[in-house]
């Protein structure tokens, strides 16, 4: 389990590339046959990724955490964004395909990790919070969740918005979580951008195809950087970091945040004339 501090946004003017990309970008979560976690100090998040071939895979409860198991604390969302898998819990399997989602509660015992077929392996990408209570274990197949169509070709942000762990569906303690997919043509992903102070995000960017990248801004609005992402890599955006990106192809997200509330609405909205 690697861990990232929190950082003030006084930092940023700081930061080069490497230091921008050391503190933010997760770029190494799905090794094949391993299990991958990052422990991020903003609202206490962890990221993993978990990527079976032949053999399923045991969420470990990581030694930082110390818990006896991973979600005696815990609660978390998990997105398959391979192939056809499943994640058994305790003595309870749940299929997961390309897209679907399973809210896993607090006090869970056991979880394991299985890929349906080695040659086209299931990848599962778990986001993670603190959670004081236990709510039940979910699971909302792809484009089954509530959908929302935002943006428009106009302005290149025509975008649907599938919410998964939500206030208005699956029920959780803090974790709130989702899968946009753009629509073609369209490669802003959030424009215009905005921040909410009250809780952290993080964007695990797939579908983008090996020679494309996504720009991807982070900072301060009157402050802004950007950091170049590649398939399957992540971004941790603290709550006072923007966070929107253009794609050189196409490309979907799973967006995750956890923090002081769960409204989905709770947006501090920044004009792009107003960003530098």
Request: net charge negative; glycine share 8%; hydrophobic share 35%.
């Amino acid at each position: 389990m690697d861990i990232r501090q929190a950082t003030h946004p006084a930092q940023i003017p700081t930061f080069d590339t490497a230091a921008l990309r050391n503190h933010y970008l997760v770029e190494d979560l799905f090794e094949p046959g391993a299990v991958h976690a990052t422990y991020t100090h903003e609202d206490r998040v962890v990221l993993a990724g978990v990527l079976p071939l032949a053999d399923p895979l045991e969420l470990p409860s990581f030694e930082p955490l110390r818990s006896a198991t991973f979600f005696e604390r815990r609660e978390a969302g998990v997105v398959n964004v391979g192939g056809a898998g499943s994640v058994t819990v305790d003595d309870e399997e749940y299929q997961l395909d390309k897209g679907s989602c399973l809210y896993i509660g607090k006090g869970a015992g056991r979880v394991v990790f299985a890929s349906a077929s080695a040659d086209d392996p299931a990848a599962f990408y778990l986001f993670s919070a603190p959670a004081h209570t236990s709510y039940p274990h979910a699971l909302v197949t792809a484009g089954q969740g509530t959908r929302r169509e935002l943006g428009s070709r106009e302005t290149s942000n025509e975008r649907t918005i599938n919410q998964y762990i939500h206030a208005d569906g699956v029920k959780s303690c803090q974790v709130v979580m989702g899968v946009t997919e753009l629509q073609s043509g369209s490669m802003w992903n959030t424009m215009p951008a905005h921040t909410h102070d009250r809780r952290t995000e993080c964007y695990l960017y797939f579908d983008l195809s090996p020679e494309h990248r996504v720009i991807h801004l982070l900072g301060e609005p009157t402050e802004s950087r950007h950091m170049v992402v590649a398939d399957r890599q992540a971004v941790i955006s603290p709550s006072w970091s923007l966070h929107s990106g253009f794609g050189t192809g196409s490309y979907s997200f799973v967006w995750a945040m956890a923090g002081e509330n769960q409204a989905f609405d709770d947006m501090d909205h920044v004009q792009p004339a107003e960003l530098r």
